[in-house]
């Protein structure tokens, strides 16, 4: 039999297998394909993801993509396609058995407890089933009331690059009020919002997105933010866990994000 040395062979030929797996969109959002090709991670990719010794995004993404078989940009992705894939991912680098932990309901017990589950038995997947637009535009009326002119915003559905945005924006607003002792500048729900709205109309004058999103009600904060329904497809799971000590039971929601693996 015939010496095989790195330099003879090629250790690509032991990849693990792909498998193909509809997305949530369904081929219904923008340039999205219906579906990927999906591989679990070798322990060389595991080594690369763990080697800084601290979660890295911009990492944890790059070994998420070599896990497809065909390029796809992950930052366009609506996150249910982009959370979805990781677990995918997931199932198929370390099996269907996860663990979790949580602390009992009952305030006469309290106690800290592991747990094990089932992901494929816990979890649900729905899919799209009409086209998402890649925006909408959204009457604001309080400001027809107030002011006599009709105020809209153009909104879009939130990608995970935009998630990455948001993260990468507090994180630096955290950094610099610590530098400088100064309040912090940003924050999660303006950035958030700085996100939905791709444009702002009505105004007899340009105005700045910033300061017209702080000037925002709750209730338009949250009629942007339902413009799109999120929540209608994707991934969802839950476990029921149970007190090894008194035996009461309570749900554990799954965290189908890069947290999870």
């Known amino acids: 039999m015939d010496n095989f040395t790195p330099q003879s062979f090629d250790f690509k030929t032991l990849l693990p297998a792909f498998h193909t797996h509809k997305l949530p969109s369904a081929g219904f959002y923008s340039d999205t394909p219906p579906e990927v090709n999906v591989r679990g991670l070798t322990v060389r990719e595991l080594k690369h993801l763990t080697a800084s010794g601290r979660f890295d995004k911009k990492i944890f993404d790059q070994t998420i993509s070599s896990c497809l078989k065909e390029p796809l940009d992950l930052s366009k992705l609506l996150l249910a396609d982009y959370n979805f894939i990781v677990y995918l991912v997931r199932l198929y680098s370390s099996g269907s058995k996860a663990a979790g932990s949580k602390r009992c309901v009952n305030p006469e ?103 017209f999103l702080d000037y925002l009600s709750p209730a338009e904060a949250n009629i942007i933010t339902s413009a799109f329904p999120e929540d209608s497809f994707g991934l969802s799971g839950k476990a029921i866990t149970v007190c090894p000590v008194c035996a009461a039971e309570q749900e554990f929601v799954i965290p189908f994000t890069d947290i999870f693996f």
């Open 109 to 211: 017990c309290g106690k800290t407890y592991s747990f094990e589950y089932d992901i494929t038995e816990s979890s649900v997947t729905s899919f799209l089933e009409e086209t998402m637009p890649i925006s909408k535009t959204i009457s604001l009326p309080r400001f027809k009331e107030t002011f006599g002119y009709d105020v809209s915003v153009e909104v879009k559905p939130l990608t995970h690059g935009d998630y990455l945005k948001i993260d990468k924006a507090i994180q630096q607003a955290a950094d610099m009020a610590a530098k400088t002792g100064q309040p912090i500048t940003s924050y999660p729900l303006t950035e958030l919002l700085k996100s939905y709205v791709m444009s702002i109309s009505g105004f007899p004058i340009p105005v700045v997105k910033d300061q």
